[in-house]
């Protein structure tokens, strides 16, 4: 059985195309150091061998530049670029990757004095000058502080799906065509609607899924089934990813998620939109990033792995704890958790919903971190 898909415009990355039913292309983001071009090269390759029609890298400042110049004179993967507050790069990366990934949310970082509309338009001469395409990608965790003023606390998909809107409207008004966007959030439940709503909206517009900070598996991949699965069965979706927060030499097993997925979509088997909740609706929630070259200490993964077993005990209660690798996305990601860790080069941060704790130690942080949850406990006994 193939999978439905809705009628999207193509648009090509590299040598792969998405969109007007083409198959849909999985992907991955590298999580080793730009810089180190060795092992970069290196989890490039097991990804694209893996089956990744594309790879993401981060490109953050000049030294990643000259990384990403000889990488891509390494592989002949499809690469992506994961623009964060520096909008400039996108014309200095631009000749050597496939595509380009913004995130309007951040724009306003830097240079305040200048419209994002003038921002964006600089992003699209650089792409359509360096015959890249390019995907407006909107997160949860950093939802354009501009649309979230006048909203409700709660009105999470509101907010998101205005962004999105507003610049695929600008994107189109340049007569800028190729391009896809992503509406990512950790909630299951809230990527299905905000890429359902989006579908309806814009169904010519060729949509990436992914859950974001899905987290470790084998709780990651469940979480991404129950939003991606429903979503590929009504015909959304044209190229995914999965989050997972895995070591570097297991990042294939994203690819390996994702082609599952597509083939339980393919023979009828996704989950459905009613599936039992996974345990993030009913218990304890533990997101995590999927860690990326901006991690701030290689202890990460390991630390989510220790976070997860040392809070077992408190698996029946409905708690978030969100731990994430960098300064970049860590403040804002876990502002909306219970419970939030962020990983720092010595310290790591704990903060109580949006309110800080401290800074602690690799070695401190498990002990504080339970004292948090105990408390935390304790009041909602
Ligand atoms: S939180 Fe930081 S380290 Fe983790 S994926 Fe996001 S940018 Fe990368």
């Known amino acids: 059985m193939r999978i439905k898909r809705n009628p999207t415009r193509e648009v090509r990355i590299g040598s792969v195309t998405i969109g007007a039913g083409h198959p849909i292309v999985v992907q991955s983001m590298c999580a080793t150091k730009t810089t180190n071009v060795e092992a970069t090269v290196e989890q490039i390759d097991r ?20 990384a990403l110049v000889e990488i891509r004179r390494r592989t002949t993967a499809n690469l992506s670029v994961d623009l964060q507050e520096n909008y400039r790069l996108a014309v200095d990366v631009a000749p050597w990757v496939d595509k380009i990934r913004y995130n309007p949310g951040h724009l306003g970082h830097s240079e305040p004095e200048r419209s994002w509309q003038d921002k ?49 409207e600008l994107l189109d008004s340049l007569g800028f065509r190729r391009y896809c966007v992503s509406l990512k959030d950790s909630n299951p439940a809230r990527v299905v609607a905000l890429n359902r709503r989006f579908a309806a909206e814009r169904p010519d517009v060729p949509i990436h899924l992914g859950v974001t900070e899905a987290g470790m598996p084998p709780e990651g991949i469940l979480k991404t089934r129950r939003a991606l ?29 994702g082609r599952q997925i597509l083939a339980r979509v393919a023979a009828g088997e996704g989950l459905a939109d009613d599936a039992p909740p996974a345990d993030e609706a ?4 533990i997101i995590s990033c999927p860690s990326c070259s901006r991690v701030e200490n290689e202890r990460f993964v390991e630390l989510a792995g220790q976070i997860r077993e040392m809070t077992r005990y408190a698996a029946p209660w409905p708690i978030t704890i969100a731990v994430m690798g960098c300064r970049v996305n ?15 080069p010595q310290h790591v941060r704990l903060k109580r919903g949006t309110e800080p704790i401290g800074s602690f130690g690799y070695d401190e942080i498990l002990a504080r971190l339970k004292i948090e949850l105990d408390r935390l406990i304790e009041a909602r006994t």
């Open 229 to 257: 699965e429903p979503l590929l069965a009504e015909g959304i979706g044209d190229t995914l990813r999965v989050s997972l927060t895995v070591p570097n030499d297991r990042k294939q097993e994203e690819i390996e998620a």
């Open 47 to 66: 990804l694209a061998a893996a089956g990744a029609g594309v790879v993401r890298l981060a490109v953050d400042n000049q030294a990643e530049l000259r």
């Open 282 to 285: 009913t218990g304890l929630n």
């Open 330 to 344: 860590g403040p804002g990601e876990t502002d909306h958790a219970d419970l939030g860790v962020w990983c720092g």
């Open 120 to 168: 964006v338009r600089t992003i699209v001469d650089a792409a359509a000058a360096g015959d890249c395409a390019l995907r407006i990608g909107v997160n949860c965790g950093s939802i354009d502080p501009a649309k979230t003023t006048d909203r409700a606390a709660d009105d999470q998909i509101g907010p998101m799906l205005e962004s999105v809107s507003e610049h695929c």
